[in-house]
């Protein structure tokens, strides 16, 4: 199912002219595993200070999760701020409202400068709530102490009452498929290139080998199991999204704090309403979309559907994007993952990081997202959950008799119905009903 901006947006071409130059033996101060928004922002970043980059992307440019996102571009990031001041201190808490911050106003910095054309628009962020309004008037308090432009209302133009709202000033909406169609031009990508391992220094695809002095793993999640540990440190939720015309213009970005929440954003003539939210592999009953289109006719009678898409992303067990060196042993090899549906903000923070780290300068939010962090006290519960579903998923798998069982580790995988998907409820790897892989970390067909 295509997303809108898929529709909106021809294939993003690569740079053929510089595509024929590449061979195994050249030497690349970096290669950057993953075009999605996150590669292709840490490369840009890179080259222009001067590295030589190269990219190497499984499938097509933005084919991953990038091309079905909502791309809000906010620090507004459900209901966070007032929870991270209790798990990390207000300075940890400030500091991640402050770099979130720094990447809208990047955002609308480089878009300017290079005269972007996708459809980059300011606009408040909205949480609202139909239930109880404390957790809003806290998280109000809590982003404002924080240097957030940040209040409480009651006041939306969403078309059904709410108890309560916060809205965020000053954020931001685009069409990211345009924005990475004009920021990959210059860059050095060869699609349609798998890798399999990396050795070292080496890049491993199935038939070619590539080296680098660093290596950049932005393939939404890591690409190795070992070292970094991040299957148990984190697990992939998934959403749904319609298009819909016939619903007039909603002017602010909003987003349901409740259980079935709902999410709300303009682009152009179209509305795109998203929800129906579930840890992948937990949608054995299906009705997502059903249940958007329920409430889309509900709210404005008059709509029409006009595309549907669903996307997922990887949720740290401490709330915070995991965003620099794999792991202690590895000094050449760098990660960014962990954007818990805010990859937005998250893929420009991690190319600004990842930037200063690879360039030796120093960066004020490198400690916070540092994957070495151990922020136990946020993280331990979330940690002990998921072990617990995920072997709960490979004893299903392993020991029960399961018609389909995952390449990674070998978990049960249960059929999701909307999408007509074997997910993997452990890791989140998905195939489609033939055994295709669709979504990592499981690296090979289901046969
Ligand atoms: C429904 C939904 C709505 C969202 N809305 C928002 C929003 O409004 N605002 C926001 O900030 N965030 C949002 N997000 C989150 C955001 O879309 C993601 O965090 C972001 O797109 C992830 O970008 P990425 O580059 O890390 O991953 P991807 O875009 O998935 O890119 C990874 C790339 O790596 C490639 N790859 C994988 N394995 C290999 C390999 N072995 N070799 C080579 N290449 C490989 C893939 O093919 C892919 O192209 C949303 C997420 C969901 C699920």
Redesign the pocket.
Known sequence: MESLWRKQTNNIPTNKSTLTAISDNQAYDIIV????????LIAFYLQEQGKKVLI???????????????????SQHGLKYDKLMKDIGVEGARLYARANEAAIKEYEQLIEQLDIDCQFEKLPAYLYTLLETEPLKREAQAASTLGIDAYFTQETELPFPVTGAVCFRNQA?FS?LKFMQHISAKLQILEH????KIKGNRVI?EDRAFGADKIVV????P?LNLPGFYFLRQHQ?????LALSGCGNING?YYGIDQDGL?F?QAGDYLIL?GG?HRTGENTSGGKYDYLFQKAKQYFPDCREEARW?????MPHDGIPFIGKYSLFTPHLYI??G?????????ML?ALILRDELCGFTNPYASLFSPQRLNFRAGLKNLLSDMAISIKGLLKGWLGKPSKRCPHMGCALTWNPDEESWDCPCHGSRFDKSGNLLD?PA?IDKR
């Open positions: 595993i993953g075009a999605g928004l996150a590669g292709i190497l992307e499984a499938d097509e440019i933005a084919s991953g999760q990038s091309e079905r996102t909502t791309a809000k571009i906010t909406q990211p290139t798998k890798v399999i695809t932005a393939t939404h999640y690409l939720e998934r959403s749904y999204c970005m999410s954003r998203g939210s669903s996307a997922q992303d990887c960014a993952t954007f818990q549906k805010w990859g937005m903000t998250s893929s991690a990592n690296k």
